[in-house]
């Protein structure tokens, strides 16, 4: 949506709850005719924080991340609402979708970060950079020199 469109292969969902609230979303995920892709799906979601599930008919795969850390509230505050068909969805804000790519930092998440600042000038890289610096320390990573490389090499 705010870089270059291409095809994924899931779709996540992040959830603004804890993993306490598992077994209700196991429920919920049922009752949507979602099918589990794990054998243990309890520990699963404890280990990693992700419901990953499958919808029967087109096989798509949607991941339910549960979520309950300062940044991830403010991330799905800040998210933006967008009219689809007709149906309003809530996306992630290009800010922060820009700190979850880089803390991913996958190849493929790398380039998404050069379109998505390439594409959108009027980002807020204060708070970019805030956030990051807080990944940077509590992950021992240098996600901040990574997004500052990034915007210098696109210029």
Not at 38 to 46: C, G, K, M, Y
Not at 79 to 105: C, Y
Request: with cysteine; hydrophobic share 40%.
């Amino acid at each position: 949506m705010y870089g270059e469109p291409r095809l994924t292969k899931d779709i996540d969902i992040t959830l603004g709850i804890d993993t306490d609230r598992s077994e209700d979303m196991l429920a919920c995920a049922g009752s949507l005719g979602l099918e589990t892709l794990v054998e243990n799906p309890a520990d699963f979601i404890r280990s990693t924080m992700v419901l990953p599930v499958q919808e029967r008919k087109t096989g798509i795969r949607v991941d339910f991340i549960f979520s309950c850390s300062p940044y991830e509230r403010q991330a799905i505050n800040r998210a933006r609402q967008i009219s689809l068909d007709g149906t309003a969805l809530r996306f992630a804000s290009p800010e922060d979708l820009l700190i979850h790519k880089i803390v991913a930092g996958r190849q493929k998440d790398l380039e998404d970060v050069k379109n998505i600042l390439l594409k959108n000038k009027s980002l807020d890289t204060a708070y970019i950079i805030e956030w990051l610096k807080n990944f940077s320390t509590s992950l021992d990573k240098d996600f901040t020199g990574c997004f500052l490389s990034i915007s210098e090499e696109i210029k």
